[in-house]
């Protein structure tokens, strides 16, 4: 029987995780989801692709997009067993639900979206968290987006706070913090197809 790899990246903005997932992926022939998952949760939810992107790895979404998007957003809708539940916990749901059906299914490189809190209960999940400091992420983010220096550091913050305050809220566990990880990295040490390696070889050890 073929070992089933589970790998869930946890990633600081411009620390390379999308890239780093990727090349995981690609270096062991399974499957990475990071984007491309919203579309798996759209078909398997019946929620609308571009509500989920809007809502993708944020605690709340905005005003204006909720009421032109759904003019019941500020209401409460009801799960199949009758408890309440906003539209981002509808989206956050529908997306723990898609990636444990994905994890069940077989192999799979996960980037964010707390994959590492809803895999958290099954056997040989390795939870990584990918950190740089922040020079260099803002050297990243300006090359990669055109930014300025400004423009770069800003990002980088809006980005981050967006993710920890999502994590935090539908996790127990801490955004960042080492304890709530497997395996932390500092990707500007090795680069990002280096460090894919060294986690690969870590996942193969378990």
Known sequence: MEKKT?????????????????????????????KQLIKR????SGLWEDLLD??????????????????YA??????????????????FMATYN??????KEGSGVFVGR?????????????SVFLYAPVEVRIRTIMDRFGLSEKQAKEQIQKEDKARASYYN???????????????????SILGPEKTAEQII???ESL
Do not use: H
């Open 41 to 44: 949760v759209a078909k398997e």
């Open 74 to 91: 500020f209401s409460y809708s009801f799960d199949k067993q009758g408890f309440g539940m906003t539209l981002n916990q509808k989206a």
């Open 114 to 126: 707390c994959a590492d809190y809803v895999l958290r209960n099954m056997d040989k999940v390795l």
């Open 54 to 71: 809007e809502l993708d790895e944020k605690r709340s979404n905005s005003f204006l997009y909720s009421v032109v998007m759904d003019p």
């Open 6 to 34: 589970l790998i869930t990246i946890g990633r600081q903005f411009g620390s390379n995780g999308r890239i780093i997932g990727e090349t995981i992926g690609k270096k062991m022939g399974i499957p990475c989801y990071d």
């Open 201 to 203: 070889s870590f996942s």
């Open 98 to 103: 898609t990636i444990e059906n994905i994890a």
């Open 169 to 187: 809220y539908y996790t127990s566990n801490k955004w960042g913090k080492m304890e709530s990880y497997d395996l932390c990295i500092d990707t």
